[in-house]
């Protein structure tokens, strides 16, 4: 990711975290795209059911972009025993509540599949991938919210 801004949906020119990791320091003005964890820390991450109307939004991001991190314990089974091949997930009516999209100040910023007690997998949109945004870190905010 080269890109150091992008322009929202809203017009406003936002700052990606190449940008901010350029500048060395953490600023402490709670920067959407934060890289060093700030944001996080502060405002936490929030979760919203996929509805109906947003299955689309939702597929998109889980669709497009694949599975963006592992959990530790499955790295080391990987490790161990090689990777299996996996399905391309598929978001519908029936399995929707299997899926909540994954918000950092209001913006979402990915899709979480969850399972019984955590969450199983998480796809993260392009310009949040740099901001150390892992499962196990968001499985934290998630089951301080369950």
């Not at 940008?19 to 060395?24: D, H, I, V, W, Y």
Request: hydrophobic share 30%; charged share 20%; net charge neutral.
């Amino acid at each position: 990711m080269s890109d150091l801004t992008y322009t929202n949906s809203a017009g406003n020119t936002v700052y990606t975290s190449q940008f901010l990791l350029n500048r060395k320091t953490c600023c402490q003005t709670t920067c959407l795209h934060c890289p060093y964890g700030y944001t996080t820390k502060t405002h936490g991450l929030e979760f919203n059911k996929v509805e109906v109307e947003s299955i689309e939004t939702a597929q998109g991001i889980v669709g497009s972009l694949g599975s963006e991190q592992k959990s530790v314990s499955q790295s080391l089974l990987d490790s161990a025993f090689g990777t299996s091949k996996k399905k391309k997930k598929v978001i519908t009516e029936s399995n929707m509540s299997n899926f909540l999209f994954v918000l950092i100040k209001g913006v979402v910023c990915g899709v979480l599949e969850i399972g019984k007690l955590q969450g199983l997998e998480l796809f993260l949109m392009d310009h949040f991938k740099n901001q150390d945004l892992t499962l196990d870190s968001v499985n934290s905010y998630y089951i301080k919210q369950s």
